[in-house]
């Protein structure tokens, strides 16, 4: 190949993320052209509104996608925890990479989240980490906070909030890390279904860019979000429900063993239902679905159905 095309979302951090894979593409082709292709997407141009109450699937990748579909862009980049559990039938996840940090980091003014006082306020775009927080700290005051993320840090160093919630990727990608004041286990905050990886996504019928894209690929990362995935679309859930899963492996060969870690939450933080599951990376959408099913039966049906204010099928 002489050109691929890379269809992103113009954030700083999308940016780096593209950038990233341009630089690996470059270094692995001598001589091959790799362009980056910003395009704004529906969550991008919505900054006032939760994205829980527009829709929140999709919203950060449809209109990439409509690149890809119109061959205007090879191959899209996005952050996993964006890119819903269903694709248009042409296109597919070719590539997860290896995953950074998949946890949530605290910002604060040096505060540790168990010492915030009383009723701080704590800003996060997630209900997913306001349901955990509020399960743990019900006194604390959470409210929402889109934007990109050097808009949210200069909203903490200007004072409008006690501390909040990001994901520790982005900060450690843009070399922000010393902005963290705390890593929030999993115990406290299970991180978002594909936190952490980034996801390529393309055509299936490019064979020349699915095999020049293939050596970014990770194998455990991909079991892992696999797994996590299974889960998500189960239970029918979007990138804005209070659901988290988080996948691991330890052990090598044909000793590994995945575990998955699922959690369903009112938003409010008053129910909470954790479950984990184990078996082999082979069977990692077998085991999301298994989990899932194990959660619904706990009472998680309950829960998602005042959510999405409908029945689950």
Partial sequence: MKTIRIGTRGSQLALWQANWVKSELENRYPGIEVTLTKIKTTGDKILDVPLA??????????????????????????????????LPDVLHLSVITEREDPRDALLSKGVLFKDLPRRANVGTSSLRRQCQLFSLRPDLTI??????????????????????????????????????????????????????????????????????????GHPVTRFCVDAERALLKRLEGGCQVPIAAYGTIEGS?????????????????????????????????????????????????????????????
């Fill in 53 to 86: 109450k527009v829709g929140g699937k999709g919203l950060f990748v449809k209109e990439i996608e409509e690149a890809l579909l119109k061959d205007e862009v090879d191959i899209a980049v996005h952050s996993m925890k964006d890119v819903p559990t269903e």
């Fill in 143 to 216: 409210h929402q906070l889109r934007g990109n993320l050097d808009s949210r840090v200069n909203k903490l160093v200007e004072g409008q909030f006690d501390a909040i919630i990001l994901a520790a990727a982005g900060l450690r990608r843009l070399g922000w890390a010393s902005h963290i004041s705390e890593y929030l286990a999993p115990e406290v905050s299970l991180p978002a279904i594909g936190q952490g990886a980034l996801g390529i996504e393309c055509r299936k019928d490019r064979a020349e860019v699915n095999e020049a894209i293939a050596f970014l």
């Fill in 253 to 313: 060969g044909k000793k590994q063993i995945l575990t998955l870690r699922g959690l369903v939450g009112s938003v409010s933080g008053d129910r909470i239902i954790k479950q984990e599951i184990k078996g082999t990376p082979a069977e990692a959408e077998k085991l999301g679905v298994t989990l899932a099913e194990n959660l619904l039966a706990e009472g998680a049906d309950r829960i998602l159905e005042e959510v999405y204010g409908k029945k689950l099928s």
